[in-house]
């Protein structure tokens, strides 16, 4: 009966509910994004209107603002807020240590070309141990719970 409980693979414990929460915790960032974008977007257009329309040039960062936004949380805390809010953290597979800059780039361009890929990438999450999806797996990382809200 106890090995129901606790199973001898040890990577059950850090992966058990891993799919569902990184699904739960992309919607919450994209809701982040989102409110970031329309905050940046009447930012521009303001300071457009001070700049008599030389401002609204600015308009073209936006759409950068999702890679920076992964790039820069997943680099420098190893957890998007949305990943934390749902007990994620993003490491390296070999050794659970976090992930660097270069890293946090390339997972992230290979997140949303695995978006332009009809999400396909992502069902090999549902067969890999540690439900890895092919941008986890090119890149060295792995996506766990984290150590304080690991119940």
Do not use: E, K
């Amino acid at each position: 009966m106890s090995q129901m409980l606790y199973p001898s693979d040890p990577d059950w414990l850090i992966t058990r509910g891993v799919i569902t929460r990184r699904v739960l915790a992309l919607i919450a960032d994209c809701l982040l994004i989102g409110v970031a974008g329309w905050a940046g977007a009447l930012g521009i257009a303001v300071f457009g209107v001070l700049t008599l329309g030389l401002g609204w040039m600015a308009f073209h960062i936006l759409p950068w603002l999702p890679l920076v936004y992964f790039t820069l949380f997943i680099g420098s805390v190893g957890a998007t807020p949305g990943q934390r809010l749902f007990g994620l953290t993003v490491r390296q597979d070999a050794d659970l240590s976090p992930p660097n800059m270069p890293q946090a780039l390339v997972w992230t361009l290979l997140l949303w070309i695995s978006f332009a890929l009809a999400c396909v990438p992502f069902l090999l999450a549902l067969v890999t141990p540690r439900h890895r999806a092919a941008h986890d797996l090119l890149t060295g990382l792995v996506v766990v719970r984290s150590p304080q809200n690991n119940y």
